[in-house]
């Protein structure tokens, strides 16, 4: 990972790119912008969840979906996808990804436009440190569960995006 400060594209109502910021700048003054969340199932149907680790800026210790981050400058969504799959977990699918949905940027996704990716794999899993404290596999009922009984556990993109995920 590299000491530099990400680079990110500003985007407009419609996900169409005005300008370039870093990542600080687009954070602080609420601009839109893109980002990927990838939901890695097993056969069994279960979906692997990260505890994002506390060095994190944001959600510190909050689980979320199995990967996620931003869209760099000039990157397409399937590309950060697979980077960041790559970056946080180590893993280079066999298949490829499904794009499941794409969300609006709104207060729930941190202004964030999402395109939202499924694919299968069994791990085990490389966890960067730097990105992630701990990682579960979990079943879907149980998932449901977890987020009515105690919401807090989860940062609010997530749920807003599994809440849409379950909604398909």
Known sequence: MSLEEEILDV??????????????????????HRAVHIFVFNAEGQLFLQRRSMLKDSAQGKWVSSCSGHVDSGEIYISAALRELYEEIGLVPANSLIELFRANACEQTDQEFVAVYRCIAEGPFILNPDEISEGCWISQDKLNEWISSTPEDFSISFIYLWNHYRAL
Not at 15 to 23: A, E, H, I, L
């Open 11 to 32: 985007v407009d109502a419609n996900d169409t790119v005005k300008y370039t910021r870093t990542r600080s700048v687009v954070h602080r003054e609420g601009l839109l």
